[in-house]
């Protein structure tokens, strides 16, 4: 989500279109999408509902440049704010965690979400926090990561099937590597569980050869294509599955004026909510990406565990923990992926050699 003055930067980036006297809100649906039509005045001049398809949104939005439309992320804004953005439309993709009048609403159809949709647009842009969607090379790049995230979940759940199972008739697979267990399993089936539990087997072992294309896929990705993720592998514990996925969500180092950002960016903030005296500590927004939120917080895991060498991003970490209560540890662990994300975005834009102790002290005197 961007933030209010880097919203406006975007906004005084973007071409002013002249003559702009309609808004429009568009619902997108999965097959068909409702569409508002609203004029200078705010009066509804046209509803209407269009297939969701790239011929139908050509022909119904041709005839009514030029023109402000207004979307709700979600499955197809992507490619919808795409198209649209040819036509020479000024498209706006709201932030669903500002449309608390439309997710709240006692009326809530997609009719009348449309035009609330288009009544905000034409209100103020900003009001919507808009959202910059990746391009699609970008996109098509992190399908590759998604997969094999999709393929490693599938594999933990045929690995937890079989221990289940066997467990039952008092068998138990050695504790080894998700790569070993298939070999592992199969010397602890039975002959009368082979025909059951050996099609089980078949697929982790397939799944473990899938990975190996992907992963050949990704160090390939980064090597070639993103050679900037070296930079951000010097951290120990961020690998090119971490590093790719954050180039690739970020897509551009210039996208935050502050590093420091990049960490609400991600989720990794505490809420807020102050007023008066009062000023209660919630918990972290998990706005953004939740697969790279993931990821930061997996590696942070590693930083602060036995195996994670010293560091200041280790001490920091330390510090917080050691202060006791029940949610120290995991308040530690957020903390620290949220400096780890702030100190990627860093050693990216900088270029500079990643420092794990003494960073402050040296930079002083220099």
Same mark, same amino acid.
């Given at each position: 989500? *961007? ?9 005084? @980036? ?73 036509? +020479? ?7 669903? @965690? ?18 609330? *949709? ?43 099937? *079989? ?111 102050? +007023? ?5 500590? *919630? ?46 540890? @995991? ?36």
């Amino acid at each position: 989500m *961007l933030s209010p003055k880097r919203a406006l930067k975007v906004q005084r @980036r973007r071409p002013v279109k002249i003559g702009n006297t309609k808004t429009i809100g568009c619902d997108l649906g999965d097959k068909r999408s409702a569409i508002c039509v609203v004029d200078a005045d705010g009066k509804v001049i046209k509803e209407s509902t269009v297939a969701t398809e790239r011929e139908s949104f050509l022909r119904f939005f041709t005839k009514h440049a030029p023109s402000r439309v207004v979307l709700e992320v979600g499955t197809h804004s992507r490619w919808v704010s795409e198209l649209l953005g040819g036509l +020479s439309l000024e498209v706006i993709v709201a932030n669903p @965690r500002r449309l608390g009048m439309i997710s709240g609403s006692l009326s809530k159809n997609d009719r009348s979400d449309a035009e609330m *949709l288009a009544r905000l647009g034409r209100a103020d842009e900003l009001l919507l926090a808009p959202v910059l969607h990746r391009s699609t090379q970008a996109q098509a790049d992190l399908a590759v990561l998604k997969s094999r995230d999709a393929v490693v979940c599938v594999r933990t759940k045929f690995i937890n099937i *079989l221990r289940g199972l066997l467990k039952s008739f008092g068998l138990r697979v050695p504790r080894c590597t998700a790569e070993a267990f298939a070999k592992r399993a199969k010397g602890v089936v039975p002959p009368m569980l082979e025909a059951a539990l050996g099609p089980c087997i078949t697929l982790i072992e397939s799944t473990n050869e899938q990975l190996k294309v992907l992963d050949k896929s990704i160090e390939a990705l980064t090597k070639t294509k993103y050679p900037e993720t070296a930079r951000l592998q010097q951290v120990t514990g961020v690998g090119p599955i971490t590093s790719l996925a954050f180039v690739l969500t970020v897509e551009s180092p210039t996208r935050f004026a502050k590093s420091r950002t990049v960490g609400a960016f991600f989720g990794l903030r505490p809420k807020q909510d102050q +007023s008066g005296d009062s000023d209660k500590q *919630l918990r972290i927004t998990k706005a953004g990406d939740g697969f790279v939120r993931r990821l930061l917080v997996g590696c942070a895991q590693l930083i602060l565990g036995p195996l994670g060498p010293p560091s200041d991003l280790r001490s920091f970490g330390e510090r917080l923990a050691n202060r006791g209560g029940k949610n120290a540890k @995991r308040r530690a662990v957020v903390a620290v992926a949220r400096k780890l994300a702030v100190l990627l975005h860093r050693l990216w834009v900088s270029g500079e050699p990643y420092v794990p102790l003494g960073y402050r002290a040296q930079r002083a005197t220099a």
